[in-house]
Every structure is written in structure tokens, then in C-alpha cells.
């Protein structure tokens, strides 16, 4: 069964940062990409990074770009999302989410709140 | 790029069909045979219920459909029961690196 349990949530003042981990079992890991979605609160889903199986490709939606870092380590079975220079409006549950279009799996999300 | 645009609100009666539309453009929907439908329960995750445009993933039930037309790619919901009322989102691949999202679309069982 595929399982993917995302931590590291929280609550972070605008210029902080936090670092999200995503631990995935049930599938081989380095056989896909995966992926980070957020849902702000009431809101639609929004992609806002992606990785290749070996870490070689890395997208990011226009605005994260230069603030959000995307990696992962194979040999844990673990996907990563460092955020920094954090802002009001990246507060959103974070979701990880195996493959980069299909969103085939999905965890249950962290939640990520930015406020003073 | 733009989101895709879904309709704010659907609905049908036990046992109906209902239909939920997802309108693109040249560059997303219209370009790629990557559109995906996915189905979220209050305070649940995301589930995956249509992937490239008309291909349902093991245990998803075949009273789910998709479809898609020029820009527009639409999610068929046959046999209403009440756990599918969810809200319901779509996706389409948009060239590069780009995906974009419908807004969502809440389904109400009548």
C-alpha cells in the first residue's frame, strides 16, 4: 500500500522559514517523480514543486522561485521542501504527492501557517 | 498561465448523472492528452479519479467518466450516490514545466 506521511508544519513569522519531509512507503521511491501541493485555506490546489526520480529536474511555480528549495533523498525514502523567506500568503495545508502531472498519491498534508 | 475554469457548484439526485466541466485553452487542454480529475472528501486528501483525459486508476468505480472535446474536458459522474459528493477538481498539463488547476467544482447530492 502506498503510504506518504508528510511533517515539519507549523507555525513560522514572514521571513522564516520551515522545512517540510515527506517519508513514502509502499512504492520504489526512486522510480518516479513526486511532487508539492498546497491548498491554502478554502482554496484550490496548487502545485508548487516538482522533482525528478534522481534529483536531476526540479520545477517550481513563479512564486517560490528563488525562496522554496525542492530535494529528496532516495536511499530514505524521503522528499523535502525547504521554504524560506516565508510570506502571509504560503500559508496552505502542503501536501507530497508521487509523480509531476497524474498527482497519482497523495499524503494527508502538513499545514504551514505564516503570521506575526 | 490562467487556471482552468469550473463551474462553482454542481448537483443531482440518488441515482442521476451528473456532468462537470473543466474549460482550457490551446496551450493546456486542448494541446495535451493530460488531464486529470481528482475528488476531495471534507478535511481529506486529494484522490485521483481520472488521468489522461478518460483512464480511471485501480479501485476507482467505472460510474466515473471523462471525457474531452477541443479545450474542454468534462467528468461524468453516473449512478449518483451520496459519498461522491466531494469537490472535485481537474488538471491539465500546459507545456514545460506548467500544470494548472481548476478552481474546483462542489458536488452536491440531492
Known amino acids: 500500500e502506498v503510504q506518504l506521511v508528510e511533517s515539519g508544519g507549523g507555525l513560522a513569522q514572514p521571513g522564516g522559514s520551515l522545512r517540510l519531509s515527506c517519508a513514502a512507503s509502499g512504492f520504489t521511491f526512486s522510480d518516479y517523480w513526486m511532487s508539492w501541493v498546497r491548498q491554502a485555506p478554502g482554496k484550490g490546489l496548487e502545485r508548487v514543486a516538482s522533482?525528478?526520480?534522481?534529483?536531476?529536474?526540479?520545477y517550481y511555480v513563479d512564486s517560490v522561485k528563488g525562496r522554496f528549495t525542492i530535494s529528496r533523498d532516495n536511499a530514505k525514502n524521503s522528499l523535502y521542501l525547504q521554504m524560506n523567506s516565508l510570506r502571509a500568503e504560503d500559508t496552505a495545508l502542503y501536501y507530497c504527492a508521487r509523480n509531476r502531472v497524474s498527482l497519482a498519491y497523495w499524503g494527508q498534508g502538513t499545514l504551514v501557517t505564516v503570521s506575526s | 498561465q490562467s487556471a482552468l475554469t469550473q463551474p462553482p457548484s454542481a448537483s443531482g439526485s440518488p441515482g442521476q448523472s451528473v456532468t462537470i466541466s473543466c474549460a482550457g485553452t490551446?496551450?493546456?487542454?486542448?494541446?495535451?492528452?493530460?488531464v486529470s480529475w481528482f475528488q476531495q472528501h471534507p478535511g481529506k486528501a486529494p484522490k485521483l479519479m481520472i488521468y489522461e483525459v478518460n483512464k480511471r486508476p485501480s479501485g476507482v468505480p467505472d460510474r466515473f467518466s471523462g471525457s474531452k472535446s477541443g479545450d474542454t474536458a468534462s467528468l461524468t459522474v453516473s449512478g449518483l450516490q451520496a459519498e461522491d459528493e466531494a469537490d472535485y477538481y481537474c488538471n491539465s498539463y500546459a507545456g514545460g514545466t506548467n500544470l494548472v488547476f481548476g478552481a474546483g467544482t462542489k458536488l452536491t447530492v440531492l
Open positions: 522533482i525528478k526520480e534522481d534529483g536531476s529536474e526540479k
Open positions: 490551446s496551450s493546456d487542454i486542448g494541446a495535451y492528452n493530460y
